[in-house]
């Protein structure tokens, strides 16, 4: 891979964007690694949680590759959307746990690719916004769908349309982050945050998180139907004999299921 880099330490995977000279700035190369990194961890059971960060102290993902969309054409463009489109929906739906560690500018593709994330936490330094309609064109990689699932309609419209540049504390006020943290500190917590995540039942925060991606898209009957089915399930794993004996035992769970 030219453009990632990836560690794998005690279940936990950091996967780095690593075009310091653009800011981390996304071209089809770095698409194309990240689907390809994505497809490579869904199917491995050793890593349970995904932090995503940027390289350096300034920027998480500046956006896609201005210099590669400049004299792109339409095809090229779409092609350059599907491409992350593909990658940011496995991000998504994989069975992993995903954390986006935002340390810096989260802009355009990169505010996108970090809503493709379960969960962000965004260092104090951070700053989010969806610059696109002053390039000329639009939100691509998503922005469009998913800023107004996370943020609701009107905000998602204002940001969009002003393109407005919003800092951390900005962003945890409207749940765009879910937490703020000191730069020095956000790798450490968002380990933490997967520590704690790995220690409960990880097949059952999968179920959950299929209910929860699933049931967003459909209506709310559906999506309660989808829940008791995955409930049920879940009657069938080792983990719940394991979780549930444990407490009435008074004793700490060991589950192990993935
Ligand atoms: N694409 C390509 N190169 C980029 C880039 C991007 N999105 N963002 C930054 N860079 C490059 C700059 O061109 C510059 O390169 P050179 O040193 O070769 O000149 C280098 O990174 C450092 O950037 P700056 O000198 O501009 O750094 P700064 O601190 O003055 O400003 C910034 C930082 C505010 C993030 C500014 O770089 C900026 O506004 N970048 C563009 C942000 C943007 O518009 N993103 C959206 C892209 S469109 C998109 O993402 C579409 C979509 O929905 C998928």
């Known amino acids: 891979m030219n453009n990632l880099l990836m560690e794998v330490e005690n279940e936990i995977a950091v996967v780095t964007i690593n075009r310091p000279k653009s800011l981390n700035a996304l071209n089809s190369e770095t698409l194309a690694e990240l689907n390809q990194c994505f ?3 869904e199917t491995r059971k050793d890593i349970k949680v995904v932090i995503l960060t940027g390289s350096g102290e300034k920027s998480f993902v500046a956006g896609a590759d201005i210099s590669e969309m400049v004299n792109a054409t339409a095809a090229e463009g779409r092609t350059m959307g599907l491409l992350a489109y593909n990658a940011f929906g496995k991000l998504e739906n994989m069975p992993q746990v995903t954390i986006a560690a935002v340390n810096g500018f989260a802009l355009g593709g990169g505010c996108e690719i970090s809503m493709a994330c379960d969960i962000r936490i965004a260092s104090e330094n951070a700053k989010f916004g969806q610059p696109e309609v002053g390039l000329g064109t639009l939100p691509g990689f998503g922005g469009t769908q998913r800023l107004p699932r996370l943020v609701g309609k009107g905000r998602a419209k204002e940001l ?3 393109c407005d540049m919003i800092d951390a504390q900005e962003a945890y006020r409207i749940g765009l982050a879910n937490k703020v943290v000191p730069l ?11 520590t704690k995540i790995i220690s409960k039942g990880s097949y059952a925060i999968s179920l959950a998180k299929s209910a929860i991606n699933t049931g967003l898209d459909v209506d709310l009957s559906s999506g309660l139907k989808l829940e008791a089915d995955l409930f049920g399930l879940s009657f069938a794993t080792a983990d719940k004999k394991e979780g549930m004996s444990a407490f009435l035992e008074k004793r700490q769970a060991k589950l192990t299921d993935f």
């Open 39 to 41: 497809c490579e961890i």
């Open 184 to 194: 020095a500190e956000l790798i450490d917590y968002c380990k933490k945050m997967a």
């Open 160 to 162: 969009i349309f002003t």
